[in-house]
């Protein structure tokens, strides 16, 4: 029979699980194994965990080769333990090559959101040059200027000569060329886009005709009484996923529409009122699309940052227990790059729903200003819809860099 001492570490052996490795069932071969086992260590490793614990820096036990008698010189084909690993880990690294920024901007500009945002940016962009350059012709130091002044009938030379020596009169013709030039610019830019998110108005009317078929068979189940149907039939239709789709496609509808009266298909003296619904709703159902983004986005966050704290807390339990089984000594394993590399996934995630719920605050403050009818000033105005794109095409290149590849 083992004495009471013995006893109550056995107890506690097995209320932990780390003992039967070692001894089986066998307890007359408690003592002899006792002090091989990871919770009670050996008198050399009880110095070393005391150490530690003294000090702010862990003391690791290093193996120092011993001096050789002809004056420390190594022998020859010999090398110390503190190398091997590090030359290991160095030729064992296979680090592959980092793609340039030209290499990752041609893989956003490959991908259709990518070019919807760069052009965005450019569209946004030239409307805020445009503004700007009106503001700046409507100074009243500008408005007195004569620019028949000038004689454009003499050479080349000549006329660089008085265009120089009247620089209002420059800047005015330069800024004349650029709004006479920029305006086409703008609607074909602004026309690329649409046709770039066009033809989605058919997938929406399939999903939707999916459901309407799902909710005439639950009509037509005579198993079911009429409260339970009528709750069926509820739930299949109010929910945010279909609140999401019904939303993408009141905006598809109206922004394709108005794409048909700008390439011809339609004609705006044919359907004068129809192009004045669409024009209104087209704005209405975007900022539809931007509410229910926003909430979606919003929901999205808040489950990362439940599954970043869970991840957290899950780490810090295990940890604890490995602290415990191991004498207090930290834990280096695989297991706690794989937690370090669950946590710079949920990062990178986190990271793209802020970028994106920053665009549709943009769109946010940009469009409600045309649904209401609201003053702005226009630059400001312009502003927003150019931050939306500079972020959305951010999220692009965040996107890229997650990916395998690079």
């Given at each position: 029979m083992s004495d009471p001492s013995t006893q109550d570490l056995f107890k506690q052996a097995g209320a932990l699980g780390v003992y039967s490795y070692y001894y089986q069932t066998n307890r007359d071969d408690f003592n002899k194994v006792r002090l091989r086992s990871p919770i009670r260590?050996?008198?050399?490793?009880?110095?070393?965990?005391?150490?530690t614990s003294r000090s702010s820096t862990p003391i690791r036990s290093l193996q120092l080769p011993s001096p050789s008698p002809n004056g420390g010189a190594k022998p020859a084909g010999r090398t110390d333990n503190i190398e091997k690993p590090l030359r290991g880990s160095l030729t064992s690294l296979n680090i592959p090559p980092k793609v340039s920024n030209i290499d990752l901007l041609k893989q956003c500009l490959?991908?259709?959101?990518?070019?919807?945002?760069?052009?965005?940016?450019?569209?946004y962009l030239l409307r805020l040059l445009l503004c700007?350059?009106?503001?700046?012709?409507?100074?009243?130091s500008l408005r007195n200027v004569r620019v028949d002044s000038i004689d454009f009938t003499t050479t080349k030379a000549s006329l660089l000569t008085q265009l120089i020596s009247n620089p209002r009169i420059l800047l005015i013709l330069l800024l004349q060329q650029f709004v006479l030039r920029s305006q086409g610019s703008v609607q074909s830019i602004g026309l690329y886009r649409q046709i770039l998110r066009c033809f989605?108005?058919?997938f929406h009317i399939?999903?939707?005709?999916?459901?309407?078929?799902?909710?005439l068979d639950i009509i037509r189940?005579?198993?079911?009484?009429?409260?339970?149907?009528?709750?069926?039939?509820?739930?299949?239709?109010?929910?945010?996923?279909?609140?999401?789709?019904?939303?993408?496609?009141?905006?598809?509808?109206?922004?394709?529409?108005?794409?048909?009266?700008?390439?011809?298909i339609l004609q705006k003296n044919e359907l004068t009122k129809y192009h004045a619904l669409c024009s209104r709703h087209e704005l209405i159902a975007w900022l539809a699309t931007i509410i229910v983004g926003l909430r979606n986005d919003y929901v999205k966050y808040q489950e990362l940052v439940a599954e970043e704290n869970s991840c957290r807390i899950n780490y810090q339990v295990k940890e604890r227990a490995r602290k415990m089984v191991r004498g207090g000594?930290?834990?280096?394993?695989?297991?706690?790059e794989a937690y370090q590399a669950e946590i710079e996934e949920i990062v990178k995630k986190k990271k793209i729903i802020q970028l994106n719920l920053a665009a549709l605050t943009c769109?946010?403050?940009?469009?409600?200003?045309?649904v209401f009818n609201k003053k702005m000033y226009e630059p400001l105005h312009i502003s927003f819809g150019l931050a939306s794109g500079v972020l959305g095409f951010w999220k692009v290149w965040k996107q890229q860099q997650q990916l395998p590849s690079n």
């Open positions: 260590p050996t008198m050399s490793e009880t110095i070393v965990i005391s150490e490959a991908t259709i959101t990518g070019k919807d945002k760069s052009a965005k940016i450019v569209v700007e350059s009106r503001r700046i012709s409507s100074l009243e989605g108005v058919p399939v999903k939707v005709g999916r459901l309407m078929e799902k909710s189940d005579d198993k079911s009484g009429g409260a339970l149907r009528l709750r069926r039939v509820t739930d299949l239709w109010f929910n945010w996923e279909v609140a999401t789709s019904l939303s993408s496609f009141y905006y598809a509808w109206f922004d394709e529409s108005l794409l048909l009266y700008k390439l011809g000594r930290a834990d280096r394993s695989q297991y706690v769109d946010l403050a940009y469009d409600s200003v045309l």
